[in-house]
């Protein structure tokens, strides 16, 4: 089943404990990003990658990493998480044609205290 | 600032009737408008979509008008169901697949 898989689905951390947040596609797609949904916000973008080893910034990158040593995978990395990053994040994948739908995993609800 | 304006936040429709969201744009780059809907607990999933050169598309109940000189957009939803009952989200796609999303709509769908 094509599909894009998140891990873990729920977290709840303390502040300044590193985490990550896998994210893998089976769809051979180049296109990559993630999001984090807040309430009347809709999605913002946190990161993307166009292809293995190309990552850049999207609207809201400060305090997040990303890698892309793969091409199925593009885990998140929050190296010091704060009480401000508590959302709902969203890995999306897509091909680069032109008007290509992304599609979305299932979402990983954060909770930093 | 956020470049894609959703309106209204929440709707509440009865059974048959139309649901209407609205969207506006800034970005004159966006080459591409889908809509996305999202089931609770689950990741959102393209509904519809539209360029910019369509004034209206159609797909079962669902439609885009777009007002491309108004930079607006909006979907219908006709003859609303229950299992409509889900946020909606409207975006404006820029080069590199860049998606900019609105602030969603919660539709609810009242039997």
């Known amino acids: 089943e094509a599909q894009v898989t998140q891990n873990p689905r729920y977290l709840i951390t303390v502040t300044g404990k590193k985490l990550t947040v896998t994210c893998s596609q089976n769809?051979?797609?180049?296109?990559m990003s993630w999001y984090r949904q807040d309430p009347g916000l809709g999605l913002r973008q946190i990161y993307y990658?166009?292809?293995?080893?190309?990552?850049d910034k999207g609207d809201v990158p400060e305090g997040y990493k990303v890698s892309r040593k793969e091409k199925r995978n593009f885990p998140l990395i929050l190296e010091s998480p704060s009480p401000n990053q508590t959302s709902l994040y969203f890995c999306?994948?897509?091909?680069?044609?032109?008007?290509?739908?992304?599609?979305f995993g299932p979402g990983t609800r954060l909770t930093v205290l | 600032q956020q470049q894609v304006k959703q309106s209204p936040q929440s709707l509440i429709v009865q059974k048959g009737g139309i649901s209407i969201i609205n969207c506006a744009y800034e970005?004159?780059?966006?080459?591409?408008f889908p809509w996305y809907q999202q089931f609770p607990g689950k990741g959102p999933a393209l509904l519809i979509a539209?360029?910019?050169?369509?004034s209206e598309k159609k797909e079962g109940r669902f439609t885009i008008s777009f007002n491309k000189s108004a930079k607006q957009f909006s979907l219908h939803i006709m003859d609303s169901q229950p299992g409509d009952s889900a946020t909606y989200f409207c975006?404006?796609?820029?080069?590199?697949?860049?998606?900019?999303f609105g602030g969603g709509t919660r539709v609810l769908v009242k039997p």
């Open positions: 970005n004159t780059a966006f080459d591409y």
């Open positions: 769809m051979n797609h180049e296109y």
């Open positions: 990658s166009m292809n293995v080893e190309v990552t």
């Open positions: 999306a994948s897509s091909l680069l044609r032109q008007g290509n739908e992304q599609f």
């Open positions: 975006a404006g796609k820029a080069a590199g697949n860049k998606l900019t």
């Open positions: 539209i360029r910019p050169d369509v």
